[in-house]
């Protein structure tokens, strides 16, 4: 959960690098919080409105992520708008958020913990 509200905290931080393992268990943390608040929202009979909710909080804290992401591979946060194109865009992106950091300080900063 610390990763998650590392995220939060960092919320609009676009500056800096995120390991992978901040990235990705920040996701899967989202995901399992979605999930819970589609089935509260089935159950009260909102689900769109929670999503949407949700969703709204969580985006620019996403965002942000993603690019300390791109950054750790030492590569521009622009690159996330490849991710506008569809599927290959997608693809690419998320080849550079799977792959490893640099070990060593490089131009967005130091190694993450």
Do not use: C
């Amino acid at each position: 959960m610390n990763w998650y509200l590392r995220a939060i905290q960092h919320y609009a931080d676009f500056k800096g690098r995120a390991s992978r393992q901040e990235y990705w268990m920040f996701m899967i943390i989202n995901a399992v919080i979605f999930a819970v608040l589609t089935f509260i929202g089935a159950y009260i009979g909102h689900k769109l409105e929670v999503q949407a909710v949700y969703g709204l909080f969580i985006l620019i804290p996403g965002i942000a992520l993603s690019v300390r992401r791109l950054h750790d591979t030492n590569r521009s946060g622009w690159l996330l708008l490849l991710g506008l194109l569809p599927i290959i865009g997608q693809l690419i992106v998320l080849f550079f958020k799977i792959q490893k950091g640099n070990e060593m300080p490089n131009r967005f900063g130091v190694t993450p913990y």
